[in-house]
């Protein structure tokens, strides 16, 4: 709402959804006093979120577009809305949230994927509020995934997607940036810094985000990007048809079986195969950590440690 003076009187105008304007007189002509009359008004119309969906709406206007990995909250959203979305936080029990675990699990979906699910659950209540009566118990963490690509098979995989252009360029900022594919699809121009030789992940450099770091860029990169740019005719780096990219999915099944790669070898696997041709070319564990955008250095040595040519070598050699 916005003030408004109408025949000598201020007014609280708006503009509804199917585009009518609605004015409300405030019954005075005094700025401040309509000011004050407002904010009244304003606090009296606005409804305090109750079941989870409208805590959903809520925290989506008030994060917009400010929320890492879009695409992921919408998918775990859709799963999420017919169980909770009509419930009040008090009524999100242990026993709820652990049955919502056992009946996606029977549904083929990983336990990873519901970790997130209900982790976004708990995003959208503490969001509404910090001390929430939600009782909310994620599975146990899966065990790290290990598959990556040989550099033979990463380079394959790469010819394979040149008829594919939108595929293509994401395959190389995956590999050569390390990042996650939602921080690839949700990249845009701003972010890579031709004359600095860096892309920056996240979105907003001030804030932390999982995941999201900022790394060099190669000559041979930059000069593709280059190319790129300049046909572009969206903000964002990988676009297909004038518009972004919400999923590399299905083209990247079927670009990986053309390069005779498993079927089960999905977008995710250019990092682990980043991070593990750093470590098998001797890079620390610190440096991994860092290109990566993990929280601790610890993370990154329980997943890839074993890949480094001096693992156990000490060990083994104190052995008779």
């Known amino acids: 709402m916005r003030l408004v003076m109408f025949r000598g009187r201020w007014h609280a105008y708006e503009r509804t959804p199917d585009g009518r304007s609605k004015r409300l007189s405030l019954g005075t002509s005094d700025r401040q006093a309509a000011e004050?009359?407002?904010?009244?008004?304003?606090?009296?119309?606005?409804?305090?979120?109750?079941?989870?969906?409208?805590?959903?709406?809520?925290?989506?206007?008030?994060?917009?577009?400010?929320?890492?990995g879009q695409e992921t909250l919408r998918f775990a959203w859709k799963r999420?809305?017919?169980?909770?979305?009509?419930?009040?936080?008090?009524?999100?029990?242990?026993?709820?949230?652990?049955?919502?675990?056992?009946?996606?699990?029977?549904?083929g979906v990983g336990s990873a994927s519901i970790r997130r699910d209900l982790g976004v659950?708990?995003?959208i209540v503490r969001h509404n509020n910090k001390q929430s009566p939600a009782v909310i118990e994620l599975p146990p963490s899966p065990p790290p995934k290990t598959a990556y690509l040989t550099r033979d098979e990463y380079r394959a995989l790469r010819e394979a997607a040149r008829k594919t252009p939108h595929l293509h360029v994401f395959i190389w900022l995956a590999y050569r940036t390390g990042g996650r594919a939602s921080a690839i699809l949700e990249l845009t121009w701003d972010r890579v810094d031709f004359e600095r030789g860096q892309i920056r992940l996240a979105p907003d450099e001030r804030r932390r985000m999982k995941g999201r770091a900022t790394v060099p860029m190669r000559d041979d990169l930059a000069e593709i990007l280059h190319e790129i740019r300049k046909g572009a005719l969206t903000d964002f780096v990988v676009e297909y048809g004038g518009k972004p990219v919400r999923s590399v999915k299905r083209a990247f099944k079927a670009t990986a079986a053309r390069a005779g790669l498993p079927s089960s070898t999905s977008p995710h696997v250019l990092r682990h195969s980043a991070a593990v041709h750093m470590v098998e070319s001797g890079v620390s564990m610190a440096e991994v950590a860092q290109y990566?955008?993990?929280?601790?250095?610890?993370?990154?040595?329980?997943?890839?440690?074993?890949?480094?040519p001096d693992h156990l070598r000490k060990a083994a050699g104190a052995l008779e």
Do not use: N
Not at 61 to 66: R, Y
């Open 80 to 107: 999420l809305e017919p169980v909770f979305g009509h419930l009040r936080p008090d009524q999100i029990t242990r026993s709820l949230t652990r049955d919502y675990a056992s009946r996606e699990t029977r549904r």
């Open 292 to 308: 990566l955008g993990h929280s601790s250095e610890t993370v990154t040595y329980r997943v890839y440690a074993r890949f480094s």
């Open 121 to 123: 659950l708990g995003a």
């Open 36 to 68: 004050r009359a407002l904010r009244d008004l304003e606090a009296s119309l606005r409804r305090t979120a109750t079941t989870v969906s409208e805590m959903y709406a809520d925290y989506l206007a008030d994060k917009g577009s400010s929320i890492a």
